[in-house]
């Protein structure tokens, strides 16, 4: 247990240290085969999350016929640039051809984001997150 404890103290100790000195320039991260991001901010949808299920809600158009009994995730990933804007946008995790291009479609509509930051100055990341296609039977 003692020796469990050490190694993870240590390992976190290593993190620390490891990230501090990658933000000072003194570590190259390709050299370290692992990418070390902080980020003082991270991308957001205008309005937060409610403003992003409420943009999903409005604008979400389900394929035709054929796919009324498919439900589930889809999970997309995508650039959110300096600027907001998306790009790159990719289902990673999909239900099938139809609804992956409503995702893709539904991201490509998408108002621009507030970019993540680091050190006050906005930097370009790649985000991914689940597309939820359930149906309201209300």
């Known amino acids: 247990m003692i020796k469990a404890v050490l190694l993870i103290f240590s390992g976190c100790i290593l993190a620390n240290t490891c990230i501090a000195q990658a933000q000072k320039g003194a570590i190259n991260p390709d050299t370290l085969g692992v990418i070390v991001c902080v980020f003082t901010t ?16 409005k604008k979400l158009r389900w394929p035709g016929k054929g796919y009324d009994d498919i439900e589930g995730r889809v999970i997309v990933t995508f650039t959110v640039e300096t600027s ?13 051809s139809e ?24 930097k370009r990341v790649q985000y991914s997150m689940p597309i939820s296609f359930i149906r309201d039977y209300d």
């Open 42 to 57: 991270d991308p957001e949808f205008p309005g937060g999350i409610d403003g992003l299920r409420s943009f999903i809600k």
């Open 84 to 96: 907001g804007e998306l790009t790159n946008i990719k289902v990673v995790r999909g239900l099938s």
């Open 99 to 122: 609804i992956d291009k409503e995702a893709i479609r539904l991201m490509r509509k998408s108002p621009k984001w507030k970019p993540a930051f680091q050190n006050g100055k906005p």
